[in-house]
């Protein structure tokens, strides 16, 4: 107890909520978690799919976990380990031509000797520019607009940090970070395989193709040189831990308590409303559901000024991705892969304009018969997802528009079936090894996390949904248009991809906003109309 | 008459429409010079500006509302919606009262101004310069409302002036004497209802007529043959100008820049900026622009309204303003010699603080004699209050004259 104690509720126990709170609780208030669901972990989560098979339902692999929020909240000492790590991703080829890429390395059958050199290159100038990105995760991004010495400071940083590259990956980096994917890998690679491969990491969980702009952007807030990683027990582990470590810290994490309403006392949120009818009072109100559920269901537009509440309808956030769950009888054989590749990271690419066909589909509302995959196979590295012999497969499917022509009743079972006829070219007598499948599409992701659109990111990751401007300019500071009202989630700045920095930074600003005893956003500046 | 049909596909292709009073406008439009007001014919001057404006200050002048923006607003929401929508509180507007309003944007930025009729409980009409449907829609997200344009399903007359009561009650309007400033009343118009609302841009005693187009030129023939001893005359969108400058208000385009039409930064105007203090009500835990307003209360605004009265008889047209020393410090929105205060009159945009009652400032003015130009530096000072505001336009029951 100290006299810097406030009270402080969390809505939503997802990864960035769990930071969030555990940040909070050790710097001293007094902190509530409330979750809706019966577990927390928000969409880093496990669970049975089917009897004896057990799958991560929503993100299934990590790769942007920021190591010092792990370290901050001693997630090792609370449960997190590792079943594998530094996954490559292997691109499948129906004759077996396989090639596998990580970081600068690329080999395989399927693999070219020129390619082999362009990859270095490549590597190289992506992992400085990722980097570039990276570093901004951990920074509360600074107001446009404002002569604030800080957030002037933070946007020369910006400034100087793009001038360090030097003079030619400067070029480089601000000739194709708005550009598309597949104008950048023409430029580079010869082999399809290759590029369709690294189009889909360009467009993985967004509602573009490998030709549009954004695609380069995505590429590098994805781009990892040391590989993913599969936590033991799922991404449910992640959540696990991150709840054990907020616990230990003092936090509140209260499960099965769905908030109704934020209560707002005249001009600020005063606490929330469950939907049992008990009200919570609260000096401060941090959400880490997504902005529109936010503003629009939790708090009401009523709230909020015309103009505010306009940008917040208006951001993208319908998800275009399916995620498929198959439980199997045996591990598939995939074309020329071995045990060691069939458990890295798959996926069916192959070649950039295949993957721009599967998106052409989406933008009419209706998902292709020849979609791309991303495909895991986790329990070839823990054996507590399904029995010894069989196993699970976890498949990310591109794409899958959230409002489908005619609806997802009745259609999921389609997709399923273009799911397994692409898969059986690949690993031929898979179909027969299904004992069980299961196709969440994003109405259904939105169902289950309770995000809107059922986006992973609750805001499609786009520089005109970035950072300042994420999710929307007068929100994108953690701080809301509403005194006492905060964001922690996905859709503020950097995004969601079990990263935990949204929920760090925004618990950064709220002690701050504390201290300093004042707890709204600023009025709006000129340029945030 | 109805004369303008948005239901109607072809709509498009007349550019412009005849008011549904044309055709007693036409026969008394002695120029037959037509000018646009957004989707209708308009009359700029009947005989001339100046005979057109003493009708309104002497007897009683009829102008043709019909092309103003209006809208309906109801639905269980719709104080709720007018409460976020304006900067005043609008719960003190009951039914049957009128009350005049800005709205803005959320920097606090003037969008547009306008009167707001309660015409029963919980149904709304704003009046507009501007086309504000969209932002009004844009606003009724969230709330449960219905917002429509009806500028073109209502004919509207203000009738202006002294003798305007006069007029009004021998047409046969029971209760009319009973109708306070910014009050409003339905009656019976040969089986129609017609709204009457003691209202007007003219800072005098009048009132304006609200009435299905059909009736419109019906209503124009009453009017005109209860009002002929009274030296009623239709009066010009010039002299109307002249009228509401010296009662001192503000027109949007003119005075200041409609927030979504303006492009650069710093070129709108905050309430405050336009001395509409009053208009605006802290009190309330939300409206668009608040949050800006409270800023800019506790740190000052950039430019203040100012009235001028000014030396000399040469209207200060498009004039800058100076301080004592010389520096330029503003300039003048709307100017006129004013016939009836017997003052040369501007409205003028000035930086704080020289808007204060009493400072002493100066104009430069350009005008012309027999093509020559002549430049002119006038003393210039700040007024409180409208140029013209004569004790009748309070009274109830007001006078006969």
Request: aromatic residues 8%.
């Amino acid at each position: 107890m100290t006299d810097r104690q406030r009270r402080i509720i969390v809505i939503g126990a997802g990864h960035n909520g769990l930071v969030c709170a555990a940040t909070l609780a050790r710097a001293g208030h007094q902190v509530t978690v409330f979750e809706a669901r019966h577990r927390s972990g928000g969409a880093a989560t496990t669970r049975e799919f089917a009897p004896g098979f057990r799958v991560s339902a929503g993100a299934h692999l990590l790769h942007a976990l920021d190591p010092a929020i792990a370290k901050e909240m001693n997630l090792a000492k609370h449960g997190l380990a590792y079943a594998a790590t530094g996954l490559g991703t292997v691109a499948l080829a129906p004759d077996g031509q396989w090639l596998r890429y990580r970081g600068g390395k690329l080999e395989g059958p399927g693999a070219l000797d020129a390619d082999r050199e362009a990859m270095k290159i490549f590597d190289r100038q992506m992992d400085r520019f990722a980097a570039l990105l990276r570093n901004l995760r951990s920074e509360v991004p600074p107001r446009l607009g404002t002569r604030d010495r800080g957030a002037l400071l933070a946007l020369g940083r910006l400034g100087w940090a793009i001038r360090r590259l030097g003079r030619d990956d400067m070029r480089e980096f601000l000739r194709i970070a708005g550009i598309n994917v597949y104008d950048v890998l023409n430029e580079r690679f010869d082999n399809p395989l290759l590029k369709g491969a690294l189009s889909l990491d360009g467009t993985l969980g967004a509602h573009l193709g490998p030709r549009s702009n954004n695609s380069v952007f995505n590429l590098l807030n994805r781009y990892t040189r040391e590989g993913y990683a599969i936590p033991a027990g799922g991404l449910g582990a992640v959540s696990a831990a991150m709840a054990d470590a907020a616990r230990a810290a003092g936090a509140d994490v209260r499960t099965h308590c769905p908030v109704r309403r934020i209560v707002v006392d005249f001009d600020r949120a005063a606490g929330v409303r469950l939907e049992t009818g008990e009200e919570l009072a609260a000096d401060v109100v941090i959400s880490n559901a997504d902005p529109k559920t936010t503003f629009i269901e939790l708090l009401g537009q009523r709230h909020l000024e015309a103009g505010f509440a306009h940008r917040v309808r208006n951001i993208r956030s319908n998800g275009g991705v399916a995620k498929l769950h198959l439980a199997l009888d045996g591990l598939p054989a995939f074309n020329g892969l071995d045990e060691a590749m069939t458990g890295q990271r798959l996926v069916i690419a192959p070649d950039p304009d295949y993957v721009e066909r599967a998106f052409n589909h989406a933008k009419y509302g209706e998902f292709s018969k020849h979609p791309a995959l991303e495909i895991t196979i986790p329990s070839l590295h823990d054996n507590r997802l399904a029995a010894p012999g069989q196993h699970v497969l976890c498949a990310n499917v591109q794409w899958a528009p959230y409002h489908l022509k005619g609806g997802w009743n009745g259609a999921r079972r389609h997709l399923v079936e273009a799911c397994l006829v692409m898969l059986e070219q690949y690993a031929p007598g898979i179909r027969e090894q299904v004992l069980h499948h299961e196709l969440r599409s994003p109405w259904d992701l939105e169902q289950e996390f309770g995000m809107s659109g059922g986006h992973w990111h609750h805001a499609e990751l786009a520089l005109d949904q970035s950072m300042m401007l994420r999710p929307v300019p007068g929100a994108a500071q953690y701080a809301t248009p509403v005194n006492g009202l905060y964001l922690c989630g996905a859709g503020s700045h950097p995004g969601g991809g079990i990263m935990g920095n949204a929920g760090r930074n925004a618990a950064w600003v709220v002690d701050r906003d504390l201290a300093a005893g004042t707890t709204g956003t600023p009025e709006p500046t000129e340029d945030e109309a | 008459m109805k004369t303008f049909d948005i239901s109607d596909r072809d709509h498009y292709r007349t550019k412009v429409f005849p008011s549904p009073f044309h055709s007693r406008q036409a026969a008394l439009n002695e120029n037959k010079v037509w000018s646009r007001w957004y989707d209708y014919q308009s009359v700029p001057a009947y005989t001339c500006e100046t005979h057109d404006y003493f009708a309104g200050r002497n007897a009683c002048g009829v102008f043709d509302l019909t092309p103003m923006t209006k809208h309906r607003i109801g639905g269980p929401d719709a104080l709720p919606y007018l409460e976020r929508l304006m900067t005043r509180r609008m719960e003190k507007i009951r039914p049957g009262r009128v009350g005049y309003g800005v709205w803005c944007d959320d920097h606090g930025q003037v969008i547009d101004d306008g009167t707001v009729f309660h015409l029963r409980e919980g149904d709304y009409r704003l009046c507009s310069q501007e086309h504000q449907l969209d932002w009004l829609l844009m606003n009724a997200e969230g709330f449960d409302v219905e917002v429509f344009e009806e500028t073109h399903d209502v004919a509207a007359l203000a009738v202006q002036g002294p003798t305007s009561f006069a007029i009004l009650r021998d047409m046969g309007l029971p209760g009319i004497e009973k109708l306070t400033p910014f009050g409003l009343a339905h009656f019976d118009f040969e089986g129609t209802e017609l709204t009457i609302s003691r209202t007007g841009y003219t800072g005098d005693l009048g009132y304006e007529l609200w009435i299905d187009p059909d009736h419109a030129e019906r209503l124009w023939d009453r009017l005109f043959a209860a009002g002929e001893q009274r030296g009623i005359k239709p009066l010009g969108s010039k002299a109307l100008d002249m009228l509401r400058i010296e009662a001192g208000f503000i027109l949007a385009g003119v005075d200041f820049m409609p927030a979504m039409h303006t492009v650069r930064p710093g070129h709108t105007r905050s309430p405050f900026e336009l001395g509409l203090d009053w208009l605006v009500d802290f009190t309330k835990p939300l409206f668009n622009g608040r949050r800006a307003l409270l800023r800019e209360k506790a740190e000052g605004s950039r430019y203040a309204f100012a009235r001028l009265d000014i030396e000399d008889n040469k209207p200060a047209h498009n004039a800058y303003v100076f301080d004592k020393k010389g520096n330029t410090i503003g300039w003048v929105t709307s100017a006129m010699w004013s016939p009836s205060a017997k003052k040369n009159i501007a409205l003028a945009t000035v930086e704080t603080p020289h808007d204060q009652p009493g400072e002493d400032l100066q104009v430069e003015i350009y005008y012309q004699r027999e093509l020559q130009w002549n430049r002119k530096m006038a003393k210039a000072k700040v007024v409180e209050g409208p140029f013209w505001a004569p004790e009748r336009r309070r009274a109830t029951p007001p006078g006969e004259w």
